[in-house]
């Protein structure tokens, strides 16, 4: 299944989103090679038989046999990365988690009282890392992983001074995936009601990610923008597109429409959006891998179990 033709797929009614997922999963080496080789089950044989159509036709093709493998209500609009999620769930129910093993990043929640500056630790494996809209995508990340300070109300109980005290909060990647997804949070709820940041964000086209423990000096990987997803209009109502990395050569890709887009770059190297919603970022560095690109076998569920529930009901207390 080659990568390079440009091909559209027709929209049933409110499947933007979806469109714009699959394309930018059919160019998505390390998925479509898993879906090439499995075809265990009914989705992963309709998204082999779409993909094998994408990489031969030159007209657009339907996507009936996908939505139906997914039980999705082709009349209802969906947000991209909550579809992305369900997608790898259903695929993940009989293949042992490998689909997200592509996209999981590792990411520990760490809480430092600070009076006997014990730590506790929450694991969480997140295929979507969800940042705040910034300026550029590196303050967004920046945001994301700074340390906060939990104090007044918000003190949390620490077993070893049998009190609540300041606690310091921080997010540290512990793993980095081959595929690293980040959501840019567009919707906030304001006075009991959701509405959207159409802010500019600076996405650059290389991104470094810092990883490691909570002690040590971060090492960072690096990453490369292959895709960008985009959502115009508003909560109710609006529509997806993509701009995808097809070998060299950059594509839009609009439900059945697809065509060459020169890649629009300011001073800075960036691509700057007020639209874009869900990136792609493949690695390109080597570090801690194993010879199959893999992460470790042993994953948590994303943000949940027992553990995840303890420690949020602690921050709580």
């Not at 390390?30 to 265990?40: Q, T």
């Not at 700074?146 to 007044?152: N, Q, V």
């Not at 304001?190 to 086209?205: A, G, H, Q, R």
């Not at 700057?272 to 194993?290: G, I, P, Q, T, W």
């Amino acid at each position: 299944m080659e990568t390079d033709n440009c091909c559209g797929l027709e929209n049933q009614g409110f499947t933007c989103y979806l469109n714009v997922l699959l394309q930018t999963l059919f160019r998505t080496p390390e998925f479509k090679n898993l879906i090439k080789s499995s075809r265990e089950h009914a989705l992963e044989k309709e998204l082999y038989t779409l993909f094998v159509k994408l990489s031969s036709n030159s007209s657009s093709i339907r996507t009936e046999n996908v939505t139906r493998a997914l039980k999705i209500d082709v009349m209802q609009q969906q947000d991209i990365a909550h579809c992305f999620r369900l997608l790898l769930s259903k695929l993940d129910k009989k293949t042992s988690s490998k689909y997200s093993k592509i996209f999981q990043s590792r990411v520990v929640n760490t809480l430092e009282c600070h009076c006997c500056h014990n730590i506790d630790e929450l694991i969480q494996d997140l295929s979507v890392i969800t940042l705040p809209v910034k300026p550029h995508l590196r303050e967004s990340l920046e945001e994301f992983c700074k340390s906060t300070t939990l104090e007044g109300q918000n003190k949390v109980y620490c077993n070893q001074c049998c009190k609540k005290t300041a606690t310091e909060m921080k997010y540290i990647f512990k793993y980095q995936p081959s595929v690293l997804v980040i959501q840019l949070k567009r919707f906030m709820q304001c006075c009991y009601m959701f509405e959207k940041d159409m802010s500019t964000v600076n996405i650059p086209l290389e991104l470094e990610i810092p990883y490691g423990n909570s002690k040590d000096k971060p090492t960072y990987e690096i990453y490369c923008l292959y895709a960008m997803c985009n959502h115009t209009g508003g909560l109710n109502g609006g529509h997806y597109n993509a701009v995808i990395k097809c070998s060299e050569q950059w594509n839009e890709f609009n439900d059945k429409n697809c065509y060459p887009r020169h890649r629009q770059q300011n001073e800075s190297g960036c691509i700057s959006s007020n639209n874009a919603y869900l990136l792609f970022y493949r690695k390109v560095s080597k570090l801690d891998m194993n010879e199959c690109g893999q992460p470790p076998e042993k994953m948590h569920n994303e943000g949940t179990g027992d553990e995840c529930k303890q420690l949020k009901e602690k921050v709580h207390l």
